[in-house]
Nanobody, 117 residues
């Protein structure tokens, strides 16, 4: 069983920054193929924000390109999301996702990000 623990959410004013973290733990050896961050705004569906594949290829939603940066730490089995120039439209619950194989992935519990205008 894999547990993902997220941290770093909170309330910030527009134009501010936050850094989300997500760490994976497992009772057995763990190799995460891909990491991703998703978000679910109020009343909307969950959407992909950023993804990091293998050694470091990244992909971003158009709405966050140039403002958000995803990175991973292999030694800590962790992923991060640096969010800059935040706007109220970034308000959402943010979830990390760890892809273990082509058919198995795990989700974090979600962390609330609220951006005030």
């Amino acid at each position: 069983q894999v547990q993902l623990v997220e941290s770093g959410g909170g309330l910030v004013q527009a134009g501010g920054s936050l850094r989300l973290s997500c760490a994976a733990s497992s009772r057995t050896g763990l190799q995460i193929i891909h990491w991703a961050w998703y978000r679910q705004p109020p009343g909307a569906q969950r959407e992909l924000v950023a993804r990091i594949v293998g050694g470091g290829t990244t992909d971003y939603a158009d709405s966050v390109k140039g403002r958000f940066t995803i990175s991973r730490d292999f030694a800590r089995n962790a992923v991060y999301l640096q969010m800059n120039s935040l706007t109220p439209e970034d308000t959402a619950i943010y979830y990390c996702n760890a892809q273990i194989s082509s058919s198995v992935s795990y989700w974090g519990q979600g962390t609330q990000v609220t951006v005030s205008s």
